[in-house]
């Protein structure tokens, strides 16, 4: 749904004063925290792309008005635990085989401004031949989108680890991207 609004600005110069600026900005701060335009039965709730495209508009807009102090961003995550096979999803497990010396880990992700979940990883450590194998799950409506098996160099700190799967992440191609690419190559060959 694009929401527009016509809206002409008063004549004459536009006057916005420090309370004004500071108004707008905590408003864009509670707006940006704890306000979401999409919703699951179940309780979840999240921005839309539309929501965040007008959020980021919004903040340019402020950072025009106010002399604010870098926000951090990027993401992070409650503490891993180790985990049992049965807790971790068949994709996984699958990408792994018969390895033997795997750790089974998972953690929550969590944007760093906002402190909204945004997913969870599925890690299996092989420190044998030092090497991880990561697979994202992000809610997506009903469903989650899969993103990964991706094998990386394991660090020795795990946190490390989980760090390389965050930063290679927008290279990562999703379950529905793999099966689509896949598609794409079987129809080239026929």
């Not at 891993?80 to 750790?103: A, M, S």
Request: hydrophobic share 35%.
């Amino acid at each position: 749904m694009d929401l527009i609004i016509d809206v002409t600005p008063k004549p004459g110069p536009l006057v916005i004063t420090e309370d004004d600026a500071i108004a707008f900005a905590d408003f864009l701060t509670f707006v940006s925290a704890y306000c979401s335009d999409k919703s699951e039965r179940d309780g979840r709730r999240w921005k839309s792309k539309d929501l965040l495209e007008r959020l980021d508009r919004m903040r340019g807009l402020c950072d025009k008005l106010i002399d604010e102090p870098e926000i951090e961003q990027g993401t992070y995550w409650t503490p891993y635990h180790e985990c049992q096979p049965d807790e971790i999803q068949p994709i996984l497990l699958q990408e792994i085989g018969n390895r033997t010396g795997v750790k089974l880990y998972s953690a929550n992700l969590f944007d760093i401004p906002s402190g909204a979940p945004i997913g969870h990883i599925e890690l299996a450590l092989d420190t044998e031949v030092k090497e991880a194998c990561g697979v994202f799950f992000f809610p997506r409506g009903f469903e989650e989108e899969i993103v990964g098996p991706e094998w990386l160099a394991a660090s020795p700190e795990m946190d490390d680890t989980i760090q390389s799967f965050v930063d290679a992440l927008p290279g990562m191609k999703s379950i529905q991207q793999m099966s689509t690419d896949t598609e794409a190559r079987s129809d080239d060959q026929a």
